[in-house]
Structure formats: structure tokens, C-alpha cells
């Protein structure tokens, strides 16, 4: 099953490219910093457990160099609504 990016405007899809795709954090706090970063109204109601099962976003939304530097779990800041 391939992924999507949870940002709507995205049109990154696991199967076009080889992104990575990034579950939300499992702690609660970084969590919550992604809905709001999110801006998805629908995404506050769920839990960090849901949201780290079943949400992802795509590398798009991270800066390049955080992600070079192999910190997937410190990343907390998410670039919404690419264009
Ligand atoms: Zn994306």
C-alpha cells in the first residue's frame, strides 16, 4: 500500500519517487506540534498513537538538513501547503 502525505496540496506519492515519508511522532508533544503546523482541523481530534499509525508526511515538509543529519525523531518543524 503506498503512502501519502497528509497535506492535500502535496503531490508527492511514495509510488512516484523514492521520498520518505515521515510518521508523526509518538510523543505527544512534538506530535500536537505537527497538527498545528498542519493547520488540519480534523487531525486534533486523534490521538499521537492514531496519528503515528496511520499519518504521514512526506520529506517535503522537513528541512533538508535536518534530515541529512539522520534526525527523523527530532524533527519538529513542518512546512505546510507547498506550491
Ligand atoms: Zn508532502
Known sequence: M????EDP???WKSTQ?????FRFPRAPARCQK???NCRRA???DKTPDQL????????K???TSMICRGN????????????
Request: aromatic share 18%.
Open 2 to 5: 503506498p503512502n501519502f502525505c
Open 9 to 11: 496540496n502535496c503531490t
Open 17 to 21: 519517487s523514492d521520498l520518505a515519508f
Open 34 to 36: 505537527w497538527v498545528e
Open 42 to 44: 480534523d487531525l486534533e
Open 52 to 59: 503515528n499509525k496511520h499519518y504521514r508526511l512526506c520529506a
Open 61 to 63: 515538509h522537513f528541512e
Open 72 to 83: 527523523f525523531a527530532e524533527l519538529s518543524t513542518v512546512t505546510w501547503n507547498l506550491s
